[in-house]
């Protein structure tokens, strides 16, 4: 496996921890997986930082383990530099579908790849 193909691997790994309800509901583990620096731009057009998404990640939908699950579809990722990675793919909350973009970047030492930008945006029922 070349460095591209690794690193596209591991930031869909760590995109499908994020939507794993045991690591939105815990600020610890989602931390770990958000860069420092990160800010998104929510399906409802907030925008979040680190800050406020770790403090409010655990009571969003998808971090209930008896709750509505984020179900993704394919991820497809390109390698845009070394240690930088952008993500695309839909998912579906419940009824809500979703396209998703995220950048990861890989942080200093061991740390890993952690999402720094994050963009959803709804998709309505009648669009494919």
Same mark, same amino acid.
């Given at each position: 496996m070349d460095d591209?193909?690794?690193?596209?691997?591991?930031?869909?790994?760590?995109? &499908?921890?994020l939507m794993d309800p045991r690591?939105?509901? /815990?600020? $610890?583990?989602?931390?770990?997986? &958000?860069?420092?620096?990160?800010?998104?731009?929510?399906? /409802?057009? =907030?925008?979040?930082?680190?800050? /406020?998404?770790?403090? $409010? &990640?655990?009571a969003l939908p998808g971090a209930s383990p008896d709750?509505?699950?984020?179900?993704?579809?394919?991820? /497809?990722?390109? =390698? &845009?530099?070394?240690?930088l990675v952008h993500l695309t793919f839909e998912a579906v909350l419940g009824e809500r579908r979703t396209r998703h973009s995220s950048i990861w970047r890989k942080g200093p030492g061991d740390a890993g790849f952690r999402m720094y930008y994050h963009q959803a945006t709804r998709v309505p029922p009648d669009v494919d």
């Amino acid at each position: 496996m070349d460095d591209t193909t690794d690193e596209v691997r591991q930031a869909i790994a760590g995109e &499908l921890q994020l939507m794993d309800p045991r690591v939105r509901a /815990s600020r $610890e583990r989602a931390a770990r997986l &958000l860069d420092p620096e990160f800010v998104e731009v929510g399906a /409802s057009g =907030r925008r979040w930082t680190y800050a /406020s998404t770790l403090a $409010e &990640l655990p009571a969003l939908p998808g971090a209930s383990p008896d709750g509505p699950r984020y179900e993704p579809g394919e991820i /497809s990722g390109v =390698r &845009l530099a070394p240690g930088l990675v952008h993500l695309t793919f839909e998912a579906v909350l419940g009824e809500r579908r979703t396209r998703h973009s995220s950048i990861w970047r890989k942080g200093p030492g061991d740390a890993g790849f952690r999402m720094y930008y994050h963009q959803a945006t709804r998709v309505p029922p009648d669009v494919d």
